[in-house]
């Protein structure tokens, strides 16, 4: 079964990042000029803010090691493309939201062994397992350098193409996503059932924690309310296909892509539920504005 993992999530995992890639053109790393103070936040803040949250939920519950492990991981991950998707049915800065997204990605070369090596230290033991740095900074180039990369001249030398099939890539992206999640829990039934009462609470905590994170920097910054949301969803949606990638094809730890496939769970219906509140909300304000 192994082997073929190590082929199919990788896969996975690229077609993703390709898909993500889809979405952006130069024109959208203009905006890094253009709105610094936002960009850098989004950028820096899950960076700075989230691996404390992690340490501090991981002392208060107690999960088991595995379990920590999993939420770790999580935390170390880029953002995941979904947000985008989330941004987009909340009507919120989709643009900001790719932006972030496609920047993350690719720091994440950089910014993974640092998270992984300051859990280590915190924790004064090895990060779940031995880390092989070089090569995962390899396998992170190749799974979304390189997708995104492509993603983007598919975009910029046949538009027509990328426009007629975007809509199916993202959704067979999202349904391989789906089917990978599924055989996590599939192969991990008897532990998945064992330990969602300790992971769905702690993946409640970490995705509320997250989005109220991204809405108080957005606040700091006096950014719009549309900026707000996408700061929500950028701080709390992590990249499951990372994380599960990296726990089966490089760690070997196929128990800790459990805890990600419990977040997944958790935080789509919590997304589904902060759009909804949040477009009632902006259409209620929009109604207000209108005059007469």
């Given at each position: 079964?192994?082997?073929?993992?190590?082929?199919?999530?990788?896969?996975?995992?690229?077609?993703?990042?390709?898909?993500?890639?889809?979405?952006?053109?130069?024109?959208?790393?203009?905006?890094?000029?253009?709105?610094?103070?936002?960009?850098?936040?989004?950028?820096?803040?899950?960076?700075?803010?989230?691996?404390?949250?992690?340490?501090?939920?991981?002392?208060?519950?107690?999960?088991?090691?595995?379990?920590?492990?999993?939420?770790?991981?999580?935390?170390?991950?880029?953002?995941?493309?979904?947000?985008?998707?989330?941004?987009?049915?909340?009507?919120?800065?989709?643009?900001?939201?790719?932006?972030?997204?496609?920047?993350?990605?690719?720091?994440?070369?950089?910014?993974?062994?640092?998270?992984?090596?300051?859990?280590?230290?915190?924790?004064?033991?090895?990060?779940?397992?031995?880390?092989?740095?070089?090569?995962?900074?390899?396998?992170?180039?190749?799974?979304?350098?390189?997708?995104?990369?492509?993603?983007?001249?598919?975009?910029?030398?046949?538009?027509?193409?990328?426009?007629?099939?975007?809509?199916?890539?993202?959704?067979?992206?999202?349904?391989?996503?789906?089917?990978?999640?599924?055989?996590?829990?599939?192969?991990?039934?008897?532990?998945?059932?064992?330990?969602?009462?300790?992971t769905a609470p702690l993946a409640a905590a970490l995705v509320l924690t997250?989005?109220?994170?991204?809405?108080?920097?957005?606040?700091?910054?006096?950014?719009?309310?549309?900026?707000?949301?996408?700061?929500?969803?950028?701080?709390?949606?992590?990249?499951?296909?990372?994380?599960?990638?990296?726990?089966?094809?490089?760690?070997?730890?196929?128990?800790?892509?459990?805890?990600?496939?419990?977040?997944?769970?958790?935080?789509?219906?919590?997304?589904?539920?902060?759009?909804?509140?949040?477009?009632?909300?902006?259409?209620?304000?929009?109604?207000?504005?209108?005059?007469?």
């Amino acid at each position: 079964m192994k082997p073929a993992l190590d082929v199919v999530i990788p896969a996975v995992t690229f077609l993703l990042m390709a898909v993500v890639g889809l979405d952006l053109t130069p024109a959208d790393f203009d905006r890094v000029r253009r709105r610094p103070g936002t960009v850098v936040a989004g950028l820096l803040g899950p960076l700075l803010l989230l691996p404390p949250v992690a340490l501090a939920l991981i002392h208060w519950l107690r999960p088991a090691p595995e379990i920590q492990a999993g939420l770790l991981l999580i935390v170390s991950c880029p953002v995941g493309g979904i947000s985008n998707t989330y941004s987009y049915l909340a009507r919120a800065s989709t643009a900001l939201s790719v932006t972030l997204t496609a920047i993350s990605c690719l720091a994440a070369v950089v910014t993974m062994p640092l998270l992984t090596r300051f859990f280590a230290l915190a924790l004064h033991r090895p990060f779940g397992a031995s880390v092989p740095v070089g090569l995962l900074m390899g396998q992170l180039l190749v799974m979304l350098v390189a997708p995104v990369g492509l993603g983007m001249i598919v975009r910029r030398r046949a538009p027509a193409f990328a426009r007629r099939h975007e809509l199916r890539l993202r959704l067979a992206a999202l349904g391989a996503l789906a089917a990978l999640l599924l055989f996590v829990v599939a192969h991990e039934s008897r532990r998945f059932a064992a330990d969602v009462a300790a992971t769905a609470p702690l993946a409640a905590a970490l995705v509320l924690t997250a989005m109220l994170a991204g809405l108080l920097v957005g606040r700091l910054l006096r950014a719009g309310p549309q900026d707000c949301f996408t700061l929500a969803v950028e701080f709390s949606t992590r990249n499951v296909a990372i994380a599960t990638a990296i726990a089966i094809t490089l760690l070997g730890q196929v128990r800790f892509a459990v805890f990600a496939t419990t977040y997944f769970l958790i935080e789509a219906p919590l997304m589904l539920v902060a759009i909804a509140v949040f477009r009632r909300i902006t259409a209620r304000h929009t109604m207000a504005a209108r005059p007469g």
